[in-house]
């Protein structure tokens, strides 16, 4: 099960990374998805974009895990709950 208050942190952590590096509009974008995404698990919804929000948050992911940045390169180990929590989606929205 995932803590809420640590997912919560490790999300801020991400969208603050993400606005640093690749920029406020990317930021917004990567929220929207996020939130959407939330809202397809918790109420059982599904869409044909699911996929979409979901690559655009795996890219952004690895955008920063490939650039040439301390904070970017140790990311990963940085947000184990985002990274469960998109599995999860993966398995489940599909």
């Keep these: 099960m995932i803590n809420l208050e640590i997912f919560r942190l ?6 603050s990374l993400i606005q640093t590096k690749l920029g406020e509009e990317e930021r917004g974008l990567t929220e929207v998805a996020f939130d959407i995404l939330m809202s397809y698990y918790i ?16 890219d952004n992911l690895s955008k920063l895990n490939h650039m040439e940045d301390l904070e ?17 989606l993966k398995f489940e929205l599909k």
Excluded: A, T, W
């Design 10 to 15: 490790e999300l801020n952590y991400l969208f």
């Design 43 to 58: 109420l059982g919804n599904n869409d044909e974009f699911v996929d979409e929000y979901l690559k655009r948050i795996n």
């Design 72 to 88: 970017c390169n140790r990311l990963s180990p940085n947000i184990p709950s985002i990274i469960k929590f998109l599995d999860i």
